[in-house]
């Protein structure tokens, strides 16, 4: 199995900045795409971001409309851990931030993995 730890999240002022992270851990042959999604109460869980494994010039990134220009989506050098960089938070980005992997298993690929949350509070 794969195990997500992430970290980051708190309370913030609305302008102010937050860094998340997730760290895959465990049984897996590479972690392909990461992911950011999120829920905010009463609402069903969107993307956020996205990352690609890519190459040594790094993977290919998406990002959701209401967070382009804002959020930063990046991973490490040995593409086992993501980062989400935000910038000039908005009350409406108050919700928990999910870590979701694609990863590799010897022979079987397009595994998913979730992490347990971590909550995002922008005070206005």
């Known amino acids: 199995q794969v195990q997500l730890v992430e970290s980051g999240g708190g309370l913030v002022q609305a302008g102010g900045s937050l860094r998340l992270s997730c760290a895959a851990s465990g049984r897996f042959s590479s972690i392909d795409d990461m992911r950011w999604y999120r829920q905010a109460p009463g609402k069903q869980r969107e993307l956020v971001a996205a990352?690609?494994?890519?190459?040594?010039?790094?993977?290919?990134?998406n990002y959701a409309d209401s967070v382009k220009g804002r959020f930063t989506i990046s991973r490490d050098n040995a593409k086992t851990a993501v980062y989400l960089q935000m910038n000039n938070l908005k009350p409406e980005d108050t919700a928990v931030y999910y870590c979701?992997?694609?990863?590799?298993?010897?022979?079987?690929?397009?595994?998913?993995?979730w992490g347990q949350g971590t909550l995002v509070t922008v005070s206005s």
């Open positions: 990352i690609t494994r890519g190459g040594s010039s790094g993977g290919s990134t």
């Open positions: 979701n992997v694609i990863f590799t298993r010897w022979t079987t690929s397009n595994l998913d993995a």
